[in-house]
């Protein structure tokens, strides 16, 4: 299966904008398993296992290897990765 990894933090401006709109592609892209994962409350370590140096970023994953990533708010980048990523 296909995950969708958006790693935020709650005290990033960008995140707070992002996120609603994240929200409304996982309507439009309900086939993918959705984590959203706070960078400072992440038990599994996710962060460091895909070496996360901005947020927001989202990752795509297929068989847990990345397949491609976009980080900042121009929501265009996150549209383009999912749109990727149904098409795997």
Same mark, same amino acid.
């Given at each position: 299966? !296909?995950?969708?990894?958006?790693?935020?933090?709650?005290?990033?401006?960008?995140?707070?904008?992002?996120?609603?709109?994240?929200?409304?592609?996982? !309507? #439009?892209?309900?086939?993918?398993?959705?984590?959203?994962?706070?960078?400072?409350? #992440?038990?599994?370590?996710?962060?460091?296992?895909?070496?996360?140096?901005?947020?927001?970023?989202?990752?795509?994953?297929?068989? #847990?290897?990345?397949?491609?990533?976009?980080?900042?708010?121009?929501?265009?980048?996150?549209?383009?990765?999912?749109?990727?990523?149904?098409?795997?």
């Amino acid at each position: 299966m !296909e995950t969708v990894y958006l790693f935020t933090s709650q005290t990033c401006a960008p995140c707070k904008v992002v996120k609603p709109l994240i929200e409304d592609l996982k !309507e #439009d892209f309900p086939n993918f398993n959705w984590q959203f994962i706070d960078i400072k409350n #992440d038990p599994k370590n996710l962060a460091i296992k895909y070496s996360i140096n901005y947020v927001p970023t989202m990752i795509a994953v297929v068989e #847990d290897k990345e397949v491609g990533r976009h980080s900042g708010s121009v929501m265009m980048g996150y549209y383009t990765l999912l749109k990727k990523l149904r098409n795997n």
